[in-house]
């Protein structure tokens, strides 16, 4: 089993539509979980962050996290065409960082 | 805030020939450092980490090493670079404590082995 697993897609979405991104993880014992953004041919970047049970939501995005099924997810709310990119899921636990392989999300006009 | 730099931007290498990429941390003391390496449409694949100097955590059998001589410098390395070796590689870092601290990345090496 993987540590971290996506499904790599990819998610096709219309414009104004809401995304919604999957992730699950192995570890229990993983403390903090991060989604990320990648453009092709650059290096990721953090869109958000998440450590406890829950929603959290910033803008037009929502991280929700449920330890207990070990599964994290983002959602985008207003999805634009420059939301097109690769979503990588990451995780913490035990002083190491850990991605998955990311789903590329294609939104469409 | 953090910054990351990493170089080259870009590098071709023959089959062979050994491998030297260097990655510099400001703006913290203590990160932990990490090199990933993503091949071409595919995710990424942790590499090395350290936890502080002189202190290195493999995740994967490869002929690649990393260093870490000191507390904001982090060098992966190859004495015989193999064409399998070619792909992107990232250079991040984060707090000294992983639990609630995002994780930075730099620039990104472009590496091809020909």
């Known amino acids: 089993q993987k540590e971290v697993e996506q499904n790599s897609g990819p998610l096709s979405v219309p414009e104004g539509a809401i995304a919604s991104l999957n992730c699950t993880y192995s570890?229990?014992?993983?403390?903090?979980f991060f989604w990320y953004r990648q453009y092709s041919g650059k290096s990721p970047e953090l869109i958000m962050f998440i450590y406890s049970n829950g929603d959290k939501e910033d803008g037009r995005f929502t991280a929700q996290l449920n330890k207990a099924s070990q599964y994290v997810s983002l959602l985008i709310r207003d999805s634009q065409p420059s939301d097109s990119a690769t979503y990588l899921c990451a995780v913490v636990g035990a002083s190491k960082l850990t991605f998955g392989t990311g789903t590329r999300l294609q939104v469409t006009l | 805030s953090q910054t990351i730099h990493q170089w080259p931007a870009t590098l071709v290498q023959p089959v062979g020939s050994p491998l030297s990429l260097e990655c510099t941390v400001e703006?913290?003391?203590?990160?932990?450092l990490y090199w990933y390496r993503q091949a071409a449409g595919r995710g990424l694949q942790l590499l090395f980490y350290s936890v502080g100097i002189g202190q290195i955590s493999s995740e994967v059998p490869q002929n690649l090493s990393a260093s870490r001589p000191q507390d904001r410098q982090f060098i992966l390395s190859s004495k015989k670079l193999l064409l399998s070796d070619s792909g992107f590689y990232l250079c991040?870092?984060?707090?000294?404590?992983?639990?609630?601290?995002?994780?930075?990345f730099g620039q990104g090496t472009r590496l091809t082995v020909v």
């Open positions: 570890d229990r014992g993983s403390q903090s």
């Open positions: 991040a870092c984060s707090g000294a404590l992983a639990a609630n601290t995002e994780a930075f």
């Open positions: 703006g913290t003391s203590n990160p932990n």
